[in-house]
């Protein structure tokens, strides 16, 4: 049973651009949530998506952000018009149920 | 929502000296606390979990308890070695969203 899968690992944008982060939950797991981590900072949650559906976005910026997990494909968090403060390390974790979570290996995000 | 607080921010121990850090909650529909460990440029794995049903749980040299009145969870680890040397993540969640401790960053002094 394959862990859950994020890409891309590394992710270089520039300053405007738009950046967009997969993540692909364990087999059986219809729970996904994305965190973003700064340098030398912990977790913060942004967003918990069931299949189809936003169940909780309060930690997610009101703008340039935003979260989807489709029926069939993983889960995207789309960043528009990156800035400098954007760089960070985004975890998705995913779940079979609503608690206990498992962490992908994390796409880290570099806004030049 | 709920808001966790993670004690100490860092913690250095000798090793095969034991480590205790110390979360608290906020949210009392809280009902599970996991503890996550990290390592440099690593993802964070969940290394032991506890439900609000339960007051203690153990495996080998780690261990949670948990005091739901007064709102608060302790993680010991105990004859530290070396490669526990990582940052550790409290979180706990009420089912819908967890929130996450600001992290312990231990050092295991050989």
């Known amino acids: 049973n394959a862990g859950v899968m994020q890409n891309p690992r590394h992710l270089v944008r520039r300053r405007g651009q738009e950046a967009r982060l997969r993540c692909s939950p364990m087999?059986?797991?219809?729970?996904v949530y994305w965190y973003r981590q700064l340098p030398e900072e912990g977790l913060k949650f942004m967003v918990y998506?069931?299949?189809?559906?936003?169940?909780?976005e309060s930690g997610m910026p009101k703008e340039r952000f935003s979260a989807e997990f489709p029926k069939e494909g993983p889960s995207i968090l789309r960043i528009q018009q990156v800035v400098r403060g954007d760089s960070a390390a985004y975890f998705c974790?995913?779940?079979?149920?609503?608690?206990?979570?498992?962490f992908g290996p994390g796409t880290r995000l570099t806004v030049t | 929502g709920e808001n966790v607080e993670q004690h100490p921010s860092t913690l250095s121990v000798q090793e095969g000296d034991s480590a205790v850090i110390k979360c608290t909650y906020s949210?009392?529909?809280?009902?599970?606390f996991p503890w996550y460990k990290q390592e440099l440029g690593k993802r964070p794995q969940l290394i032991i979990d506890?439900?609000?049903?339960?007051g203690e749980k153990k495996d080998q040299r780690i261990a949670v308890t948990l005091n739901k009145t007064a709102k608060h969870f302790s993680l010991h680890i105990t004859e530290t070695q070396p490669e526990d040397s990582a940052v550790y993540f409290c979180?706990?969640?009420?089912?819908?969203?967890?929130?996450f401790g600001a992290g312990t960053r231990l050092t295991v002094k050989p």
């Open positions: 974790a995913s779940s079979p149920y609503r608690d206990e979570q498992y």
């Open positions: 087999k059986g797991h219809s729970h």
């Open positions: 998506l069931q299949k189809e559906n936003i169940i909780d």
């Open positions: 949210d009392s529909a809280s009902n599970y």
């Open positions: 506890i439900r609000s049903n339960v």
């Open positions: 979180a706990a969640t009420p089912g819908d969203d967890m929130r």
